[in-house]
């Protein structure tokens, strides 16, 4: 009787803790927050809702928060430690937050090119140049004679940093003509606004192609988009996590993701089933020569 009370005992016991192991085991994990702030163009074409889903098959407990901003206001966010990691395309203004200790463990992970878009009457002369400080030119001598007008970003995004770099080139300063347009808004409506005007911009390719192929364009298209001056490159850094507070160890398994060979093959495929093209580059494979223009432009502006 006693050797059967003591097997009902341990068997009591073994059953209680199977059932305490399959709870633990089938209760799901605790959701985890990762806060990102990014350029718009990185956003607006999808990418990185595309990224964040594949990185959920990974992690199921993840959450990527986006805030998609222009890159002067998304390191801004890094520096009052609202943010996680930060994507962004300014290498001016990233190495000031580098300099800082704001960002660190930068990496490039993607790259694709700026282009300069206008009406397809291009009164400025523009297209097929493959020097766009002569195009800037041009379209200054237009804006002066009443022939154009030039659309800028306006907000200390990494395309507005390009532009004003190029303009610091030519010598002549636009700022203040009755030609020269500051919208103060994203690339979109940035885009969208040029488009109305029929006026010149400066974008991203990718989102004039994802605002092209949707038919929100109907009056700009593409003019220039050789040179070196416009290779655009992506970084993504981690927010420096000994000054402040955040979810280090979810950053960076977000970074190493987007660095990683699925990452970077998901990056090289996104947008060619719609577009008929990729919108963006991975980094793989040329990261020494982009780390050298990267540090080429971080002295520009």
């Not at 190495?95 to 704001?102: H, L, M, P, Q, T």
């Not at 390009?162 to 030609?179: A, S």
């Not at 974008?203 to 700009?220: M, P």
Request: aromatic content about 8%; overall charge positive.
């Amino acid at each position: 009787m006693k050797r059967l009370s003591i097997a009902l005992a341990t068997a009591m016991i073994i059953v209680s803790l199977v059932l305490s192991y399959l709870s633990l085991s089938l209760t799901p994990k605790a959701k985890v927050v990762i806060r990102v702030s990014t350029t718009t163009s990185l956003y607006v074409t999808g990418l990185l809702d595309h990224l964040a889903e594949e990185l959920k098959k990974r992690y199921p407990e993840v959450e990527v928060v986006f805030i998609s901003v222009g890159s002067g206001a998304a390191l801004e966010l890094a520096a009052k430690g609202d943010v996680d990691v930060v994507m962004v395309h300014a290498p001016s203004l990233e190495k000031k937050y580098i300099e800082r200790g704001v960002i660190v463990n930068g990496a490039i992970f993607a790259y694709n090119y700026f282009v300069l878009v206008g009406p397809s009457e291009d009164p400025a002369r523009v297209k097929g140049l493959e020097d766009i400080v002569e195009a800037f030119k041009r379209i200054y001598q237009a804006g002066e004679l009443g022939h154009s007008c030039f659309v800028s970003r306006g907000d200390m995004s990494g395309t507005h940093v390009r532009e004003l770099m190029i303009w610091n080139m030519t010598g002549l300063n636009p700022k203040g003509r009755l030609w020269y347009v500051e919208s103060g808004t994203g690339m979109s409506k940035t885009l969208m606004l040029a488009d109305n005007l029929k006026a010149y911009t400066l974008s991203d390719i990718g989102t004039f192609l994802k605002l092209k192929k949707e038919g929100v364009l109907k009056n700009l298209v593409m003019l220039v988009s050789r040179g070196s001056l416009l290779i655009n490159v992506y970084s993504i850094h981690l927010v420096n996590p000994s000054r402040y507070e955040v979810n280090k160890e979810y950053a960076r398994r977000w970074m190493e993701f987007i660095l990683s060979d699925d990452g970077q093959e998901l990056i090289a495929s996104y947008g060619k089933d719609k577009y008929g093209v990729a919108l963006f580059n991975p980094a793989k494979g040329r990261s020494e020569e982009l780390k050298k223009m990267w540090n080429l432009l971080s002295e520009g502006g």
